[in-house]
């Protein structure tokens, strides 16, 4: 599966953004997604994930109650809402696909098996 991210940017502390990611190639529903972000010289971290229904979210408790993950399977695509964003939150945002139905090992990047290409965003404060 191809994963496209877009909507990063440069905001505010105390803003908000809205990263999308599109996918295409495979059924997308088969597929829980994740997103991750990597800051410059730190390791990728975990942020958030949605099972493949959509009914199951997750998140790394940085972001727990100021972003929200959600998909349409629809459109084959996962966004990414984030909102009172801090500059701490500065960092390249990628989203990643993970095949199959368990949800088990979501926080970790080597469940995934796509990743998109990343999308910055810039927290200035």
């Known amino acids: 599966v191809q994963l496209q991210a877009s909507g990063g940017g440069l905001v505010q502390a105390g803003g908000s953004l809205r990263l999308s990611c599109a996918a295409s190639?495979?059924?997308?529903?088969?597929?829980?997604m994740g997103w991750f972000r990597q800051a410059p010289g730190k390791e990728r971290e975990f942020v958030a994930a949605?099972?493949?229904?959509?009914?199951?979210?997750y998140y790394d408790d940085s972001v727990k109650g100021r972003f929200t993950i959600s998909r349409d399977n629809a459109k084959n695509t996962v966004y990414l809402q984030m909102n009172s964003l801090k500059p701490e939150d500065t960092a390249v945002y990628y989203c990643?696909?993970?095949?199959?139905?368990?949800?088990?090992?979501?926080?970790?990047?080597?469940?995934?098996?796509?990743w998109g290409q990343g999308t910055l965003v810039t927290v200035s404060s």
């Open positions: 990643a696909a993970a095949q199959g139905y368990n949800d088990y090992g979501l926080y970790s990047s080597k469940k995934y098996d796509y």
């Open positions: 190639g495979r059924t997308f529903s088969n597929y829980a």
């Open positions: 949605i099972s493949w229904s959509g009914g199951t979210t």
